[in-house]
């Protein structure tokens, strides 16, 4: 079983940052390949960035030079951070690896 818990999402204006924390439960984390999605109401969700075990990454076009993903297995914790914010980086992000989903943290960019 793993629990998946993200933090960090909040209000920001337009060309701001926030960087989103998911602290993962249980063992062999290090061992995980890790992602970020985003869903805004009424659309798929989307992949926006992944790590792997090795800290290999890939981004989303969309993204790509805006957000970093990165990895501290030591606190078993995934982070993203989230630069040069668009309204249209307005959802729900959340926290994923194989089989598991964190409860979504809310970022809100206004314009």
């Known amino acids: 079983q793993v629990l998946l818990v993200e933090s960090g999402g909040g209000l920001v204006q337009a060309g701001g940052s926030l960087r989103l924390s998911c602290a993962a439960s249980?063992?062999?984390?290090?061992?995980?390949?890790m992602d970020w999605y985003r869903q805004v109401p009424g659309k798929q969700r989307e992949l926006v960035a992944t790590?792997?075990?090795?800290?290999?990454?890939n981004y989303a076009a969309s993204v790509k030079g805006r957000f970093t993903i990165s990895r501290d297995n030591a606190k078993n914790t995934v982070y993203l951070q989230m630069n040069s914010l668009k309204p249209e980086d307005t959802a729900v992000y959340y926290c994923?690896?194989?089989?598991?989903w964190g409860q979504g943290t809310q970022v809100t960019v206004s314009s």
């Open positions: 994923h690896t194989v089989n598991y």
């Open positions: 249980g063992s062999i984390f290090r061992l995980r390949t």
């Open positions: 790590i792997t075990s090795g800290s290999s990454t």
